[in-house]
């Protein structure tokens, strides 16, 4: 049973560049959350997709943006970098209905240059 | 007011010792709580989850205090391998995870 997987693991990137990251959830699981989380600190809410949509929204800046797929699967994309981007991005998905564990994938670390 | 608060230490124990963290959150609609565990420049990787009635998994002991909104973890003999930073983890509004910033712990030998 594959668990959360994510793509690329490590990449570097200039200041107004524009980047996408994959993400493809546990098997069964059908809701995939998107978290930044910068050295030092927690992981922070980004944004979550259920059923292709976009159910809820963290304080991050409409330069991010994201995509569900009828496969669960998901990419999040980010557009005109800064350097305060750089930080390791991690997909989480967990089951619908609430009040469950999330799994995480190993995370992409983004560095802006 | 953060919503998930953590001292991040570093909390620096022998092997064999009891350690124990502390975590409050802010929101009272709060619905379930977490205790993470991530090694450096790896992904979080869940411990165990915290009930009202207190649960025990190992060495590990969790408790969870919905009237006072805190949450916490004792480990007790302590292995090197324990080493790592513990997020405490908070769920509502249909699985967005709140976060602390996460205890560091450094076992010694």
């Known amino acids: 049973d594959a668990g959360v997987t994510q793509s690329p693991t490590h990449l570097i990137k200039t200041r107004g560049q524009q980047v996408t990251l994959r993400c493809s959830p546990k098997s069964g699981h059908d809701t995939v959350s998107w978290y930044q989380q910068a050295l030092g600190q927690g992981p922070q809410f980004i944004f979550q997709y259920y059923e292709e949509e976009e159910r809820q929204r963290g304080n991050f800046p409409d330069r991010f943006s994201g995509h569900q797929f009828p496969n669960y699967s998901s990419e999040l994309n980010v557009n005109a970098l800064l350097l305060g981007d750089s930080a390791l991005y991690l997909c989480?998905?967990?089951?619908?209905?609430?009040?469950?564990?999330?799994?995480f994938g190993q995370g992409t670390r983004l560095t802006v240059v | 007011r953060k919503e998930v608060e953590q001292d991040p230490g570093p909390f620096n124990v022998p092997e064999g010792a009891t350690v124990a963290f502390n975590c409050t959150y802010s929101n009272s609609a709060s619905q379930s709580f977490f205790w993470y565990r991530q090694d450096c420049r790896k992904e979080p990787k869940l411990l165990m989850s915290?009930?009202?009635s207190g649960n025990e998994d190992g060495r590990f002991t969790a408790q969870l205090n919905r009237a006072s909104q805190y949450i916490s973890l004792l480990i007790r003999d302590s292995k090197l391998s324990d080493s790592a930073t513990y997020l405490c983890v908070v769920n509502r509004n249909f699985n967005k995870f709140y976060f602390g910033s996460g205890t560091k712990l450094n076992v010694k030998p």
């Open positions: 989480a998905s967990s089951l619908a209905g609430g009040n469950t564990e999330a799994f």
């Open positions: 915290v009930y009202s």
